[in-house]
């Protein structure tokens, strides 16, 4: 199996910053796309970034020019930057996986607990 252990949520005002990470552990034999999703008190669990193996990343609109997604593939570990908070940021951020280990000898779908990201206007 894998976990996802995420850090770096908390509160901050508007146009703040904050930094996400989240490393993966486990029976990890490869791992494939990493990527964050965030989910609003009464709304869907929603894409925010994502990044391949290769390192091409894909941004939800909301977020272009403002967040940036990165990984350290030794470490199984992706981060978000995010610059330029906004009150409609706030939300539970996930981290996802798409990982084949040892335990299960297949690819399948990981989430993290979340970690929440509060922003003040």
């Known amino acids: 199996q894998v976990q996802l252990v995420e850090s770096g949520g908390g509160l901050v005002q508007a146009g703040g910053s904050l930094r996400l990470s989240c490393a993966a552990s486990?029976?990890?034999?490869?791992?494939?796309?990493m990527g964050w999703y965030r989910q609003a008190p009464g709304k869907q669990r929603d894409l925010v970034a994502r990044?391949?193996?290769?390192?091409?990343?894909n941004y939800a609109d909301s977020v272009k020019g403002r967040f940036t997604i990165s990984r350290d593939n030794a470490k199984n570990t992706v981060y978000l930057q995010m610059n330029s908070l906004k009150p409609e940021d706030t939300a539970l951020y996930y981290c996802?996986?798409?990982?084949?280990?040892?335990?299960?000898?297949?690819?399948?779908?990981?989430w993290g607990q979340g970690t929440q990201v509060t922003v003040s206007s």
């Open positions: 996802n996986t798409y990982a084949w280990t040892a335990t299960t000898g297949r690819w399948d779908n990981y």
């Open positions: 486990g029976s990890i034999f490869s791992i494939n796309a």
């Open positions: 990044i391949s193996s290769g390192g091409t990343s």
